[in-house]
């Protein structure tokens, strides 16, 4: 079954840097559009970053030239790296894969696969 393992998160000062990764297992990243969600304390979830399978991306307003997500076909990976965070940035970041039709990009319930989550905080 499909299984997508985040990682990279921790704690970082305010104008820090992180790379989040995730791991797809049973999935080929480089098929299918994928992304990055985002959910701070008493927040709903929200779309961040999305790549789709020709490279397009697309980003929330708020992460624009800050955030940056890629693949690397041969690990097999999604990454965000993030640079300038800030305090706002901080919430767990999940990886999202198998988008479905009818949805924006970056609708929650355009994906029907989810990682557990990594923590960042930003100070």
């Known amino acids: 079954h499909v299984q997508l393992v985040e990682s990279g998160g921790g704690s970082v000062q305010a104008g820090g840097s992180l790379k989040l990764t995730c791991v797809a297992s049973e999935y080929h990243v480089d098929d299918y559009c994928m992304a990055w969600f985002r959910q701070a304390p008493e927040k709903a979830r929200e779309g961040i970053a999305t790549?789709?399978?020709?490279?397009?991306?697309t980003y929330t307003e708020s992460v624009k030239g800050r955030f940056s997500i890629s693949k690397d076909k041969s690990k097999n990976t999604l990454h965000l790296s993030m640079n300038s965070l800030k305090a706002e940035d901080t919430g767990i970041y999940y990886c999202?894969?198998?988008?479905?039709?009818?949805?924006?990009?970056?609708?929650?319930?355009?994906?029907?696969?989810w990682g557990q989550g990594t923590q960042v905080t930003v100070s």
């Open positions: 790549i789709d399978a020709g490279g397009t991306t």
């Open positions: 999202a894969a198998n988008r479905r039709s009818g949805y924006d990009k970056l609708d929650v319930r355009a994906y029907a696969f």
